[in-house]
């Protein structure tokens, strides 16, 4: 037995000791201040608590998570969405939290407080969205993983919903991960391999309002703490493996030529839903078109510094510069 | 757990249970509360930290705390497995995180009353290290284990009596602070076993720590030696967090000396 299959076959030993009734553990995930990593501690309760409401608030040191600085360092933690834990069982719970300053003020990164305002006063118009979440698996030494080592695959072609050995790269924690995502209670609605091996794409949606927002972080969460179990990576960096310059005579112009990772969020309204919808559909597109800069703004954590890596107008993208909408 | 007694029937020197018992015995009136948040370092057999890389040191402090991902805990099997165990064992153990350092853990014991607190925590020891044994994985309570830019290792200890508990409680919690404020050398040396000489490498006034010469306390200021955590001045009342222990410390001589 491998060292990792014998550590994995301890822990279930433990794990499989039973938890009293009254002693609940109730982990808290909280988004930290780059505002694309996530951040997480547990919590012993003594009931098994049916909505986020009943939980208690918690705080943590703001100081080491990029949130606080000085002497005022205490963040606090809003449960607002519960999941059941795949990895302990059992009635244990993953609760999605909002953070909060001292003062009571958002901390920076809590961009839900806001999304919860702006979903509230849109609720009739039911709008509806679904993100197609794509990532790459890594290895401990940051190179893809399934890749060979200081070296590439084949040019891109086989691999996008690929199957077999030398197409599909992790498909275990694939698996894992929406299988997690499922008991937890993420509305998952599908999964294939991308088009750089050791690139996947997930689906969560159709949610509705906040629900988006919360669902996606958390099947982010559990795709993080999945890939842990395997002693694998996983980013959500938009162009992990950039276009190499030139590596010497013979080699293919294709070589060094990978996609990079969206999250395609797909969107209606109920009158988008119904007959003559389109009407609707191209309303919403010419409110959009006068405003692609404020959104490429909110499409990243850096204010589209990472997307512009990304949207460069080739590999099935836009380019970033420039606003443009069409039919398939 | 047991005490341990010489032929003679007089506690060994290490046994620090009986004078504690008689001290929570002494002060039952007041129900003394405590909840101690014990960090530790996992190592592998070599003695580095685990999961650091062999003769090199991970990045710089900032990514780990509560860290998610395989690259920013190290660990966490033998963290589940010990929650699990204590929770089984009958510890009150409350809850657990990453730290701040890769490798170094904390897990909570409390709130629980007078002589459980010593009790419950040398358990939850013993536990850790039982349970790290069946993973290969050795467990430091060492207070500064990386010298460095690396946190240090430390037992912060939740305390309050009924009185501080209550409405106004505040006027408690600051006598209480105050009786302390004059007798840092003697709480110092009961905080390690080595009457400060382990503490003196952690508690520098860096890292979220107080310096080992100064007593000093405030309002949700980490670098002070107490901690008045935000909310209990909010509303008033509530407890005190002493943050000089040692991760090493005995809590049976910590808890005893507080009270």
């Not at chain 1, 069982?89 to 909002?98: A, F, M, Q, R, S």
């Not at chain 1, 204010?303 to 512009?308: F, P, V």
């Amino acid at each position: 037995m491998s060292k990792t299959e014998k550590q994995k076959a301890v822990l279930e030993r433990y794990m499989r000791l039973p938890q009293p009734d009254d002693k609940i553990q109730c982990t808290y995930v909280w988004i930290d201040g780059t505002g694309e990593h996530l951040r997480s501690k547990t919590k012993t309760i003594n009931f098994v608590p049916k909505t986020p409401k009943e939980l208690p608030v918690w705080n943590f040191d703001g100081s080491s998570t990029y949130q606080a600085e000085g002497n005022n360092t205490d963040v606090y933690l809003h449960p607002v969405a519960l999941y059941r834990d795949p990895f302990r069982l059992g009635d244990n719970k993953i609760v999605l939290c909002e953070t909060y300053k001292y003062n009571k003020k958002p901390t920076e990164t809590n961009h839900r407080k806001t999304c919860c305002e702006v979903m509230e006063r849109a609720k009739d118009q039911h709008p509806w969205f679904g993100i197609e979440q794509e990532f790459t698996i890594l290895d401990s030494d940051h190179h893809p993983y399934g890749w060979p080592k200081n070296g590439f695959p084949g040019p891109q072609g086989p691999y996008y919903c690929g199957v077999g050995a030398n197409k599909v790269y992790g498909r275990d924690l694939v698996e894992a991960h929406y299988r997690a995502c499922m008991y937890s209670g993420v509305n998952i609605s599908g999964n294939n391999a991308e088009i750089m091996p050791a690139q996947w794409e997930f689906q969560v949606g159709p949610c509705e309002g906040i629900e988006m927002g919360d669902d996606l972080w958390m099947a982010r969460y559990l795709l993080h703490r999945v890939a842990e179990d395997f002693g694998l990576l996983v980013t959500m960096d938009p162009k992990p493996m950039q276009i190499a310059s030139g590596h010497g005579a013979g080699r293919s112009a294709k070589m060094g030529d990978w996609n990079g990772a969206g999250a395609h969020t797909n969107f209606s309204t109920v009158t988008m839903r119904e007959e003559n919808g389109i009407i609707e559909i191209e309303r919403a597109i010419d409110k959009l078109s006068r405003h692609h800069i404020r959104h490429i703004k909110a499409y990243d954590p850096h204010e589209g510094k990472d997307n512009e890596r990304r949207l460069t107008g080739i590999h099935e993208t836009s380019s970033i510069h420039d606003f443009s909408a069409g039919v398939a | 757990m047991c005490e341990t007694y010489k032929y003679n029937k007089e506690p060994t020197e290490t046994n620090h249970r009986k004078i504690c018992k008689e001290i929570m015995d002494a002060a039952t009136s007041q129900k003394p509360w405590f909840g101690i948040e014990q960090e530790y370092t996992l190592l592998a057999q070599d003695g580095h930290p685990f999961g650091w890389p062999k003769n090199g040191f991970p990045g710089p402090q900032g990514p780990y705390y509560c860290g998610v991902g395989a690259n920013r805990v190290y660990g966490r099997d033998v963290v589940e497995a010990h929650y699990r165990s204590c929770l089984y064992a009958g510890i009150r153990v409350s809850g657990t995180n990453a730290e701040v350092m890769p490798a170094q853990w904390e897990y909570q014991v409390g709130p629980t009353e007078g002589i459980h607190m010593g009790d419950d925590l040398w358990v939850s020891r013993y536990i850790l290290q039982r349970v790290a044994e069946d993973f290969g994985v050795v467990v430091s309570f060492d207070p500064k284990p990386m010298a460095g830019d690396w946190n240090g290792a430390g037992a912060h200890t939740n305390f309050s009596t009924e009185p501080m508990r209550k409405p106004g409680g505040m006027e408690a919690i600051q006598n209480a602070i105050d009786k302390m404020s004059k007798h840092h050398i003697r709480h110092i040396k009961a905080y390690d076993p080595r009457e400060g000489k382990d503490n003196e490498r952690r508690l520098t006034g860096a890292h979220e720590t107080s310096s080992i010469h100064d007593f000093s306390a405030g309002v949700a200021n980490r670098g002070c030696s107490i901690r008045i955590p935000r909310e209990v001045a909010a509303q008033g009342y509530g407890y005190l967090e002493d943050r000089r222990p040692s991760s090493n410390c005995d809590p049976y001589r910590v808890t005893a000396v507080i009270v």
